[in-house]
Nanobody
Framework: VQLVESGGGLVQAGGSLRLSCAAS????????IAWFRQAPGKEREGVSC????????HYTDSVKGRFTISTDDAKNTVYLQMNSLKPEDTGVYSC????????????????????????WGQGTQVTVSS
């Protein structure tokens, strides 16, 4: 499994970016795919995830209403549309793939635990200037 992120960059506060995570050597049949971010000096945190089984999604509170996660199964790609960006959104954004949502009964609560994900991309830098 290979995951390659793209779409990061420098943007002013209030702007938008769309991140892409292209997967190779596997198909989006029955997984949870998540976006994580890590700001300088901080721990990595889960931003959003989507279940390719049923399309259900989760978002961390700080991005609700601003970010949208989606998939294009034909392209084996996951997107993260980020609108109304804030300086605190700055960080390295990585996508990750984990087992199906029903693998963990507490998925709806603990989806953001990075140890639940098996495959990771290299990350893409997002910088939001004030």
């Amino acid at each position: 499994v290979q995951l390659v992120e793209s779409g990061g960059g420098l943007v002013q506060a209030g702007g938008s970016l769309r991140l892409s995570c292209a997967a190779s050597e596997f198909t989006f049949d029955d997984y949870v795919i998540a976006w994580f971010r890590q700001a300088p000096g901080k721990e990595r945190e889960g931003v959003s995830c989507i279940s390719t089984t049923d399309g259900s999604t989760h978002y961390t509170d700080s991005v609700k209403g601003r970010f949208t996660i989606s998939t294009d199964d034909a392209k084996n790609t996951v997107y993260l549309q980020m609108n109304s960006l804030k300086p605190e959104d700055t960080g390295v954004y990585s996508c990750a793939v984990g087992p199906p949502k029903n693998y963990y009964p507490d998925h709806d609560v603990l989806w953001g635990r990075e140890e639940r994900y098996d495959y990771w991309g290299q990350g893409t830098q997002v910088t939001v200037s004030s």
